[in-house]
Nanobody, 120 residues
Framework: QVQLVESGGGLVQSGGSLRLSCAAS????????MGWYRQAPGKERELVAT???????NYGDSVKGRFTISRDNAKNTVYLQMNSLKPEDTAVYYC??????????????WGQGTQVTVSS
């Protein structure tokens, strides 16, 4: 299995910035893609951004131009730089890893979530 540990959430004023990190650990796995999703109270979980092992990225429409996802393959770590934050970005942010193992094939793992709160 793959364990994900997130860090970097917190409280920030509107217009401010935060950087989230997510490190994957375990043994015998290779990661296909990592990404971030978020869930606000009363809403469904939505895509924020994903990045493949080759560096291809995909962003949710609401964060394009403001958030940047990056990845350190050697450290199995993904980062989310969030700029120009808005109150509507307030949510619990979850890290995701899509990975494969020789025995079990492809699977997904989720982090425990980190709270991001943007005050107006």
């Amino acid at each position: 299995q793959v364990q994900l540990v997130e860090s970097g959430g917190g409280l920030v004023q509107s217009g401010g910035s935060l950087r989230l990190s997510c490190a994957a650990s375990g043994s015998g796995f290779s990661i296909n893609a990592m990404g971030w999703y978020r869930q606000a109270p009363g809403k469904e979980r939505e895509l924020v951004a994903t990045i493949t092992s080759g560096g291809s990225t995909n962003y949710g429409d609401s964060v394009k131009g403001r958030f940047t996802i990056s990845r350190d393959n050697a450290k199995n770590t993904v980062y989310l730089q969030m700029n120009s934050l808005k109150p509507e970005d307030t949510a619990v942010y979850y890290c995701n890893a899509n990975f494969r193992t020789p025995l079990f094939g492809t699977s997904d793992s989720w982090g425990q979530g980190t709270q991001v709160t943007v005050s107006s």
